[in-house]
C-alpha cells in the first residue's frame, strides 16, 4: 500500500532513477573497494583512492534524499540539490579534519563532489532540464 502510494503521487520514473542510481553508486563502490584500489595503478588507482568516492557520494546522498523527501511529495530543487553536494564538500573537506586525523583537507575532492551533484541533475533528477515531472513541490 505504501508503495502504491508512492508511485501514485510521484510516478514510477522517480523511484525507479533514483533506486537505479543507488544500486549504481553501490555496485561502482563495491567495485572500486575491492578491484580499482587493489589491482591497478596510475592515474586510474590514484583517482580510484582520491577521487570516485568523492564523485559518488554526493549521487547516493542525493537519490536517497529524493527518495526521503518523496514520502511528502517533495523534492529538491537544483538550488537545494546544490545546496546539499556544497554543504557535504563543507562537512567532510573542512569540518572533519579537525575531528579526524587521518581526515585531510583536498579541493580536488571538493571539485569531486561538485562533479557528482552536477551527475546527479544531469542523469538523474533530469526533471529540471526538461518538464518530466508534475505535481509536486520542490525544496529550497
Not at 572500486?32 to 559518488?56: A, D, P, Q, R
Not at 579534519?97 to 575532492?109: E, G, R
Request: overall charge positive.
Amino acid at each position: 500500500m505504501l508503495r502504491q502510494e508512492y508511485v501514485r503521487r510521484l510516478g514510477a520514473p522517480h523511484i525507479v532513477d533514483n533506486l537505479t542510481a543507488i544500486i549504481f553508486v553501490i555496485i561502482v563502490y563495491t567495485a572500486n573497494y575491492f578491484v580499482l584500489k587493489n589491482h591497478t595503478s596510475g592515474w586510474v588507482w590514484l583517482f580510484s583512492v582520491c577521487y570516485l568516492n568523492g564523485i559518488l557520494a554526493p549521487v547516493f546522498l542525493l537519490s536517497y534524499s529524493n527518495i526521503i523527501f518523496g514520502f511528502v511529495s517533495r523534492r529538491l530543487s537544483i538550488g537545494g540539490i546544490l545546496w546539499i553536494t556544497m554543504l557535504s564538500a563543507l562537512v567532510w573537506e573542512f569540518i572533519a579534519p579537525l575531528y579526524n586525523s587521518k581526515s585531510v583537507t583536498d579541493w580536488f575532492d571538493v571539485l569531486a563532489y561538485v562533479v557528482g551533484g552536477l551527475i546527479y541533475i544531469v542523469l538523474i533528477d533530469r526533471r529540471h532540464l526538461t518538464n518530466y515531472y508534475t505535481n509536486t513541490t520542490t525544496l529550497f
